[in-house]
């Protein structure tokens, strides 16, 4: 049976690099099929070389095999919920219309620049830094309770507590909630169910759970460049649609592990060291 491999954009840069990647990609091509993505797409595309980043969007071309990369993370969480509510099993969960920019990027690197390539930059740094302030509203407020028996000692601690607190569920996603064009009625009656059955939402709820502990709760190593930023954190819906999700990142590959246990269905994570060392010996 095919398998889908999803390559987030650490991985996808190990083998940009990597001098086997032709050799890797024909034995990938015979297991099943590359996934990449919208947020693969803008970080690529800040490559502020533009020889390097004319490459690296070739390379992403070849992988993508004339496929749409898959959606940002909102789009697919509001079509998630979508058909959850009205009892559908499939969903588009590649780039529309909308992205129209972004499949013509691809299809031609040498459009993306002057103003094109400021746009991107400014996407980026929006899709990384949207945590930044309310980890550290939450940090204040988490660092003030003296009693250490009250903090959460582990990431699946705190899960457990936020998938138990109602209230947290409401205020966390409520607004989020609406935006998918749904009201708060409905959400109140159906958030539990929600955020368990459909595997985009539970995965991105799980995966900002672990980066409030990890960025606001820990008394160390809590620091932004040790944890998955911003694009990591959204990336973790991607889980939904693949059967292996390969990364190259640390953190990302410790915070992916932890959340794939929660799935409907078995994923793997796998580094692409990991990756390479399989496929190259089958």
């Known amino acids: 049976m095919s398998s889908i ?19 890797i990609l024909i034995a990938i091509k015979k297991a099943g099929t590359i996934y990449l993505s919208a947020f693969n797409f803008i970080e690529i595309s800040s490559t502020k070389n533009a020889k390097k980043r004319i490459k690296l969007l070739e390379f992403f071309k070849q992988l993508s095999e004339n496929r749409r990369p898959l959606d940002f993370q ?24 909308m992205q129209d920019g972004i499949w013509q990027a691809i299809q031609d690197p040498n459009l993306l620049k002057n103003k094109a390539f400021k746009e991107t930059l400014q996407r980026k740094a929006k899709e990384e830094n949207w945590l930044n302030e309310p980890h550290k509203r939450a940090r204040e407020k988490f660092q003030q309770i003296d009693e250490i028996s009250v903090k959460p000692r ?24 609406e935006k998918c064009g749904s009201t708060k009625q409905i959400f109140h009656e159906k958030e539990q169910s929600i955020i368990r059955n459909v595997e985009p939402w539970l995965f991105y709820f799980t995966a900002i759970g672990i980066s409030i502990f990890n960025r606001a709760i820990k008394q160390f190593n809590f620091a932004k460049r040790k944890h998955p930023g911003g694009i990591d954190i959204q990336q973790a819906i991607y889980l939904s649609f693949c059967d292996y999700f390969i990364t190259n990142d640390p953190g990302q590959y410790k915070m992916l592990k932890v959340i794939s246990k929660l799935g409907h269905r078995e994923r793997k994570i796998i580094k692409f060291g990991k990756l390479k060392e399989m496929l190259m010996n089958n």
Not at 76 to 91: D, H, M, P, T
Not at 154 to 177: D, G, M
């Open 74 to 97: 909102a789009a697919i969480l509001k079509q998630s919920l979508e058909a959850f509510l009205n009892g559908k099993n499939q969903i588009n969960i590649s780039i529309g219309n």
């Open 154 to 177: 582990t990431s699946v601690q705190f899960l457990k507590h936020l998938y138990a607190n109602k209230r947290c569920i409401q205020e966390s996603f409520a607004p989020l909630f």
């Open 5 to 23: 491999y999803y390559f987030d954009t650490s991985a996808f840069n190990a083998l940009f690099k990597d001098n086997d990647k032709e050799a």
